[in-house]
T-cell receptor
Framework: GDSVTQMEGPVTLSEEAFLTINCTYT??????LFWYVQYPGEGLQLLLK?????DKGSNKGFEATYRKETTSFHLEKGSVQVSDSAVYFC?????????????FGTGTLLAVQP | DAGVIQSPRHEVTEMGQEVTLRCKPI?????LFWYRQTMMRGLELLIY????????DSGMPEDRFSAKMPNASFSTLKIQPSEPRDSAVYFC????????????FGAGTRLSVL
């Protein structure tokens, strides 16, 4: 079935370091891809999205490119801040659009140290 | 807009008691999702509604769990009787069909069953 695989956490970085969180997916159709972020004590919120191959989603300095050839949607940021500490979830839509469910990965905890 | 509103934010109850969690989706959204989040199992979709009708309840763990959506602006998730293993954070999310599948999450209800 359709699924999302994220790199295991926690990821611990120093402030201003480069961030990559890997996400790969398995889908039979043409899903849209998302990154959601969950700050401590809060619900998930959309960080960025991409709807088709080669699209790049970006927001708050984060970027991810929809790579169909490698079925990947890796999250990157050039210089992380302590305030970026959170859990990051990769997700995809129903590839055929039959439902509007999202399939979430397991989440990756990012801890940024000053 | 006030966003998705969940109540209560925290609930502490004793095993065997009935628990009711409440959710008010964003006005105009026609899909509503209930999730459960635990350290062990991550984020799990319990049930989702489209236009107030339950579409997929395959994630509901057992008959002790039930969900209703009597109108477009209100949903409940009930656990009767509650058990310690039900302790988790429960999230409600809503989305607009045709709105790019973006789900908007509430702040969650942290349930502790003693």
């Amino acid at each position: 079935g359709d699924s999302v695989t994220q790199m295991e956490g926690p990821v611990t970085l120093s402030e201003e370091a480069f961030l990559t969180i890997n996400c790969t997916y398995t889908a039979t159709g043409y899903p849209s891809l998302f990154w959601y972020v969950q700050y401590p004590g809060e619900g998930l919120q959309l960080l960025l999205k991409a709807t088709k191959a080669d699209d790049k989603g970006s927001n708050k300095g984060f970027e991810a490119t929809y790579r169909k050839e490698t079925t990947s949607f890796h999250l990157e940021k050039g210089s992380v801040q302590v305030s970026d500490s959170a859990v990051y979830f990769c997700a995809l839509t129903d590839p055929w659009g039959a439902t509007n469910k999202l399939i979430f990965g397991t989440g990756t905890l990012l801890a940024v140290q000053p | 807009d006030a966003g998705v509103i969940q109540s209560p934010r925290h609930e502490v109850t004793e095993m065997g008691q009935e628990v009711t969690l409440r959710c008010k989706p964003i006005s105009g959204h026609n899909s509503l999702f209930w999730y459960r989040q635990t350290m062990m199992r991550g984020l799990e979709l319990l049930i989702y509604f489209n236009n107030n009708v339950p579409i997929d309840d395959s994630g509901m763990p057992e008959d002790r769990f039930s969900a209703k959506m009597p109108n477009a602006s209100f949903s409940t998730l009930k656990i009767q009787p509650s058990e310690p293993r039900d302790s988790a954070v429960y999230f409600c999310a809503s989305s607009l069909e045709g709105g790019g599948n973006i789900q908007y999450f509430g702040a969650g209800t942290r349930l502790s069953v003693l």
